[in-house]
């Protein structure tokens, strides 16, 4: 049978997938985000903000393609990944050598870690450093680097999970646990929200940590443009420009 041209086209690119498509241009680029990590990705009202949402627009716009935001829970994220239903997550994810058995990693963009948010009448008990017996109970957020970190460091915590940040910042404030372990750029941004209400960082650093963004193992034709907006952005002042616009810098 004698396919038309337009026809062995259409074939051909169904063959090939998504990602090739897109890198024509033509198709969208579904962006998965987790809303929970203030100031890289978070909920103004019902709208989307901070420092992943403003990359991933500027992403799309140096790839040519539309960006569709889709909302993922945390846990969920490499899942949506391989099951096809995002493309790439922007979603202050960390790299880690477990993530790279199943996600393909951008070049970093970004260094962070995990640091303490504490009442601010308890933060000389952190002066000289964490011991190795926590004081009171520890909150973390889900599946998260900082989940890892308490169980690694400090295996006879007390340990309350939360799906949100500003879910735990609240059970700070009510005593319900005593220090919130999670990534620098959120405990800095929450101290500076519930500064006034009593909440304060412990400015040591327990990991030391990179920032990526993860595709499907293979998508190298999404991850090649992806690293290539990374370098750019860094060389034109894009990254700056959107840090300072979201981020408040700790002393």
Do not use: C
Request: aromatic share 8%; charged share 25%.
């Amino acid at each position: 049978m004698k396919l038309h041209r337009r026809t062995w086209l259409i074939f051909v690119l169904s063959l090939l997938g998504p990602s090739f498509v897109g890198a024509a241009g033509a198709a969208d680029l579904r962006v998965g985000v987790s809303p929970i990590f203030p100031p890289m990705v978070f909920k103004q009202g019902k709208e989307l903000a901070g420092v992943e949402v403003d990359l991933a627009r500027a992403l799309g716009e140096n790839l040519g393609r539309k960006i569709v935001f889709v909302e993922v829970p945390w846990k969920d994220q490499m899942d949506a990944l391989n099951d096809r239903r995002i493309d790439i997550i922007m979603s202050s994810m960390s790299i880690t050598l477990a993530r790279r058995q199943v996600m393909d990693f951008s070049a970093p963009y970004m260094l962070t870690g995990q640091m303490a948010l504490v009442r601010r009448d308890d933060k000389g008990q952190y002066m000289l450093g964490f011991p190795l017996n926590l004081p009171g109970k520890a909150g973390v957020l889900k599946a998260t680097t900082g989940e890892f970190l308490l169980q690694r460091d400090f295996p006879k915590a007390q340990r309350k999970v939360f799906d949100s940040s500003e879910e735990a910042a609240k059970a700070l404030l009510k005593k319900k646990i005593d220090l919130f372990i999670t990534d620098s750029t959120v405990v800095w941004y929450l101290s500076g929200v519930h500064a006034n209400d009593g909440l304060s960082v412990v400015p040591i650093a327990l990991t030391e940590e990179q920032l990526g963004w993860a595709v499907r193992k293979g998508d190298d034709a999404l991850l090649g443009p992806v690293n290539a907006f990374i370098t750019k952005a860094g060389q034109d002042g894009t990254f700056t420009r959107v840090a300072r616009r979201w981020m408040a810098v700790g002393p």
